[in-house]
């Protein structure tokens, strides 16, 4: 399994983790921020539990977003 944890307040809207993993990001048209797909929010960070066989693009979502407010973590 694996956790996904999104810092939203921070996103600059980029869109690269959108182009990374499609599956999982989609841009917000309202506030111009990424919205990490099906996750819950608590206090400005969104956190989602996944199977592995999304880790290759969110992990390349990670290390390509420039502001570094995605974190991929296995268990
Ligand atoms: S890559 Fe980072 S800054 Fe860019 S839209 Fe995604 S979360 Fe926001």
Redesign the pocket.
């Known amino acids: 399994m694996i956790r996904i944890i999104?810092q939203?307040q921070?996103?600059?809207?980029?869109?690269?983790?959108?182009e990374?993993a499609p599956d999982r990001?989609k841009?917000n048209n309202i506030d111009g921020?990424?919205i990490l797909i099906d996750a819950k929010g608590k206090k400005g960070f969104f956190t989602i539990e996944l199977t592995d066989d999304e880790y290759e693009q969110n992990i390349e979502?990670a290390d390509?977003?420039?502001?570094?407010?995605?974190r991929v973590e296995k268990y």
């Open positions: 999104f939203r921070k996103c600059i809207g980029c869109g690269s983790c959108v990374a990001w841009m921020k990424s979502a390509i977003c420039p502001v570094h407010i995605i």
